[in-house]
């Protein structure tokens, strides 16, 4: 970590825990050099970071002073969307709104990826020339799906430390979370079929729900608790569900991560239905808390759960690679693995299964972790003063979004439109419900180094707001 960084996050813990209190003065610059040893240069930094964060200001000529703490906003309602079937169509949408957020001189609240600046590049990179340049072309074959056995037996050990003992056999390699999702729902469900989905959700999940040709029931979710087992239960008896799509941790958007208690029981539920839940799982490795709270499949003693997980959030994003642990339905889902797509890029899987093996990956984690908390407590800083009074907002467990309830007067179609002519990407509400619900709400991204500049997006996106509402 950064030196500014460490000596800012060590000042935000003394503000956090109390030891410095709002209205007290900072040691000046010259002072902290001199007994800590560090450059002016690198006190300036970790200051601005701290103002960045709202945890204290400069006053002229005077120095820094800690602010005063704001109180918690509210956090958004329970959704509550309609009971009935749908068919969905938000490609459109979907793909405007991302559209806005590949221009890099745009600042990226709107954006779906975490800072390329907080992975081990140069660590992938010579893993990846090694595999590259040791593989043994016969290997090709045997790696057909379900894929690399090196690879499978590392993830089938990460497993091991959440207490679940998934063989090798049960693990398909795949080209990112978003194969495994859409392979487990075409290895499921046939055209016209109804499938059980979170409101708000991941857009991913309705663009496959849209391309398969699928209905779709939006179950209420809470923000903190997230799906709501009564109105599952509810739309049980009412639909014929061939699947369920769920994230049960650092649900997309919200953030919402269900107690184990909660996960149990959808399991039981589902289990004693015969309904598949397909668990999109992509931000597990993002959770904040130690230890972490373990997935749905964890309680899954019949096979009924297809535990879909990814390496782009967290290690690798661009190298595509995710898998899934498919219980029963493991050779239908490796069929449709060979029919899609015939097997996974090879030096990709080795280069990964060196970096779980040799690489440091515990370590990379629990840093990707401590700067992702650091900036999300920043971004919901910025949130609390410059956005205006009314808003809810959810703090999620990790994770790297923000999920705001905006004025019911809002319109986050339109806040997206003027917030890219002001060069800031948002992703309105809309994107994450088959109807089109959540028009009111943004998702803002912290998986940025929060600097003034976010600090300054957020100011002009509270303008906009003030203007629309
Ligand atoms: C909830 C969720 N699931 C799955 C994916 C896809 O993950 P991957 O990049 O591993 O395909 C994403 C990516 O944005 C996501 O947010």
């Not at 998934?166 to 109804?194: C, F, H, K, Y």
């Not at 999940?205 to 009564?230: F, K, M, N, S, Y």
């Amino acid at each position: 970590m950064k030196l500014y960084l460490a000596v800012a996050q060590e000042l935000g813990a003394m503000i956090r825990g109390g030891t410095l209190r709002s209205g007290e003065k900072l040691p000046s610059i010259r002072e902290f050099c001199r007994t800590r040893g560090v450059s002016p240069a690198t006190v300036l930094h970790a200051y601005d970071t701290l103002a960045a964060e709202g945890l204290i200001e400069s006053s002229p000529r005077s120095g820094y002073y800690v602010l005063e703490k704001r109180k918690a906003a509210a956090v958004p309602r329970t959704s509550t969307p309609s009971a009935n079937s749908t068919r969905v169509l938000v490609s459109d949408l979907v793909f405007d709104t991302l559209e806005a957020t590949r221009d890099r001189e745009v600042v990226p609240l709107g954006s779906a990826f975490p800072s390329p600046t907080l992975f081990p590049w140069t660590r992938l990179a010579r893993y990846l020339g090694g595999s590259a340049r040791h593989m043994n072309p016969w290997s090709t074959v045997a790696s057909l799906p379900p894929g690399d056995l090196e690879l499978r037996r590392q993830i089938a050990r990460r497993y091991l430390r959440l207490g679940m003992t998934i063989g090798v056999e049960q693990i398909i390699i795949t080209a990112g979370a978003l194969e495994a999702l859409n392979l487990s729902l075409q290895a499921i469900t046939r055209p016209g079929d109804t499938i059980a989905i979170e409101s708000p959700t991941f857009y991913g999940c309705l663009q496959a729900a849209e391309r398969l040709g699928l209905h779709v029931v939006e179950i209420p979710t809470h923000p903190h608790e997230g799906v709501d087992l009564t109105g599952l239960s509810r739309a049980i008896a009412k639909h014929p569900i061939r699947a369920c799509w769920f994230m049960t941790t650092l649900h997309h958007p919200t953030g919402a991560t269900a107690p184990p208690e909660k996960k149990r029981d959808l399991v039981r539920l589902l289990t004693g239905h015969g309904i598949p839940l397909i668990e999109d799982d992509a931000y597990a490795e993002l959770q904040y808390s130690s230890p972490p709270s373990p997935p749905a499949k964890a309680f899954d003693d019949k096979g009924w759960v297809l535990h879909c997980g990814s390496f782009s959030k967290c290690l690798a994003p661009g190298y595509r690679l995710g898998w899934l642990a498919a219980g029963r339905f493991t050779q239908e889902v490796a069929r449709q693995k060979i029919e899609s797509s015939l097997a996974t890029s090879l030096p990709i899987q080795q280069c990964i299964a060196q970096m779980l093996h040799h690489g440091g990956y515990e370590a990379h984690l629990v840093r990707l972790r401590e700067v992702l908390a650091s900036q999300q407590a920043a971004a919901l800083n910025s949130v609390q003063r410059h956005f205006p009074a009314g808003f809810r907002v959810a703090q999620p467990l990790g994770g790297y979004f923000l999920w705001i309830e905006c004025a019911a007067s809002v319109d986050a179609l339109e806040v997206h439109r003027l917030a890219v002519e002001s060069g800031i990407s948002v992703a309105p509400g809309p994107m994450f419900s088959a109807r089109r619900q959540f028009g009111n709400f943004l998702r803002l991204n912290c998986g940025h180094p929060w600097t003034t500049s976010m600090d300054r997006a957020v100011q002009r996106l509270g303008e906009i707001l003030r203007r629309g509402s």
